[in-house]
T-cell receptor
Framework: RKEVEQDPGPFNVPEGATVAFNCTYS??????FFWYRQDCRKEPKLLMS???SGNEDGRFTAQLNRASQYISLLIRDSKLSDSATYLC??????????FGKGTTLSVSS | GAGVSQSPSNKVTEKGKDVELRCDPI?????LYWYRQSLGQGLEFLIY????????KSGLPSDRFSAERTGGSVSTLTIQRTQQEDSAVYLC??????????FGPGTRLTVT
């Protein structure tokens, strides 16, 4: 079983739509969680950290469910510029972060 | 401040040659990571350096791959006797401990 699993998509949505991605992690000892965004032929960039209480940054909301070991990302009012691959990440102390393979989002006008 | 830098940005080499890829992490970051990414694929973990601890080399695909981190800063990834399947983008990242990682722009390696 992969340590971090994501639905690869693609998710094709119109501008203005709300879209949600889920990701599961297998290691219950994971302590830190992030979402990264990767544009085509570019390096991944940190989108947001994920906190146990959930957190919001503008149109983006991240949630963590430790009991079920899943992380979610909600994007409201999608923009064309949101089109990218979204990487779910989990980590624990003293080891490298584990990246999922990503979920591809395509927002169309 | 300066981010993670990598050099060269592109490298074309002939099969069988050795290559060295360089990574300059963010100043003060204790952890450094190497990944590779083939076209349309996810990140493949290669190696992880954390402070003075022994590196985690569990992701290196073969003994042709090695990496060093000198003085807790700059790192070099060396690929010996390159093969066509080594063609990929090699990404370096750094972080403070196991906090969020910041990636460099990558080195695109093409083995002909």
């Amino acid at each position: 079983r992969k340590e971090v699993e994501q639905d690869p998509g693609p998710f094709n949505v119109p501008e203005g739509a709300t879209v949600a991605f889920n990701c599961t992690y297998s290691n219950s000892a994971s302590q830190s969680f992030f979402w990264y965004r990767q544009d085509c032929r570019k390096e991944p960039k940190l989108l947001m950290s994920v906190y146990s209480s959930g957190n919001e940054d503008g149109r983006f909301t991240a949630q963590l469910n430790r009991a079920s070991q899943y992380i979610s990302l909600l994007i409201r009012d999608s923009k064309l510029s949101d089109s990218a691959t979204y990487l779910c990440v989990a980590g624990r102390a003293g080891t490298a972060l584990i990246f999922g393979k990503g979920t591809t989002l395509s927002v169309s006008s | 401040g300066a981010g993670v830098s990598q050099s060269p940005s592109n490298k074309v080499t002939e099969k069988g040659k050795d290559v060295e890829l360089r990574c300059d992490p963010i100043s003060g970051h204790t952890a450094l990571y190497w990944y590779r990414q083939s076209l349309g694929q996810g990140l493949e973990f290669l190696i992880y350096f954390q402070g003075n601890s022994a590196p985690d080399k569990s992701g290196l695909p073969s003994d042709r791959f090695s990496a060093e981190r000198t003085g807790g800063s700059v790192s070099t990834l060396t690929i010996q006797r390159t093969q066509q399947e080594d063609s990929a983008v090699y990404l370096c990242a750094s972080s403070l401990g196991t906090s969020e990682q910041y990636f460099g722009p990558g080195t695109r390696l093409t083995v002909t």
